[in-house]
């Protein structure tokens, strides 16, 4: 069992708590890691932790996001010391301090997506809740209750996520077939591709959607050349099962993890388990000794 694994902030939908699970399905070393839908890149961050590779390719469609990261691992102490800056900015605005995130929001969306006001957004927004309007423009709501993480907290974290990724990790902002491409037997690529919006239809949550059969048609090709992948995708909460099932003849195993207790549910006086799907590719499991063993003692084979 890995121990407590750094993140920079808290981001909705990001795999960290999932992530000490996650990696028990991998292979314990591997030439390189490819998360072509990284959000804050908690399972390249994990494996990295864990000693698993030496190598990463961490990408996503969001560009002030890879940019941040990029960032935190290649100069920590400019994105602490501009971070530093923002987060107390806000104290001299004295009660109104939640006009100070709505400044910060606006200036960010009128070309200034610097990673320290991408970072302070992410610190003060609703749940770490990344939402986008139909301009592209940012535009979730300040936690009104919080500052937003606090500077020393934040800088221990960085630190540790730059000294384990730094002069390991490419930082790319293209399409996920892209990144795909550049996959070669050897790699392992872990996909969590944006929640509900693998349609055609646009997710506020995300700057684009993902087309189900482009994406699955990807897994084919992955398939052909013998790539090893992982991909979090469908789930289910109570007797609510959400996203869509990933077709039969992709071959993969199927794992339901234990995301614990609905938080949703709770509130509406339900006790109720989320279940977070976790498809292991044909290649993975016929190559990696270690997968089948623990498929017996591990979450819920599907």
């Not at 006790?271 to 591990?298: G, M």
């Amino acid at each position: 069992m890995i121990g407590k694994i750094p993140h920079i902030v808290q981001y909705q939908g990001s795999k960290r708590i999932l992530a000490p699970r996650i990696l028990q399905y991998m292979p314990i070393k591997f030439d390189r890691l490819l998360e072509p839908f990284s959000g804050m890149a908690a399972i390249s961050i994990a494996a990295a932790y864990d000693n698993r590779t030496d190598a990463y390719v961490i990408n996503d469609i969001n560009s002030p996001l890879i940019e941040m990261l990029r960032e935190a691992v290649e100069h920590p102490q400019n994105l602490i010391d501009s971070y530093t800056d923002l987060w107390s900015e806000q104290f001299s605005y004295g009660e109104n301090h939640v006009q100070h995130y709505y400044d910060v929001r606006e200036r960010f969306n009128n070309n200034q997506e610097t990673p320290a006001n991408m970072l302070y957004l992410l610190a003060r927004c609703v749940k770490g809740a990344v939402r986008y309007g139909k301009s592209g423009n940012f535009n979730q709501s300040p936690d009104k209750r919080r500052h937003g993480t606090n500077p020393k907290t934040l800088a221990a974290n960085v630190y540790e996520i730059s000294g384990l990724l730094k002069g390991k990790a490419e930082f790319m902002c293209r399409d996920y077939h892209d990144i795909l491409e550049m996959a070669k037997p050897g790699d392992l690529v872990y996909m969590d591709p944006p929640y509900q919006g693998v349609t055609n239809a646009r997710d506020s949550r995300y700057l684009s959607g993902v087309s189900f059969d482009d994406f699955t048609e990807s897994l084919k090709i992955l398939n052909r050349k013998g790539i090893d992948y992982l991909i979090s995708y469908d789930g289910k909460c109570g007797k609510k099962e959400y996203g869509t099932e990933l077709p039969e003849n992709l071959h993969c195993r199927k794992i339901l993890l234990n995301a614990g207790r609905s938080s949703q549910a709770t509130l509406l006086g339900k006790d109720e388990t989320t279940f977070e799907a976790l498809y292991i590719s044909e290649t993975l499991i016929s190559h990696c000794d270690e997968i089948p063993r623990q498929l017996s003692l591990l979450e819920v084979a599907i």
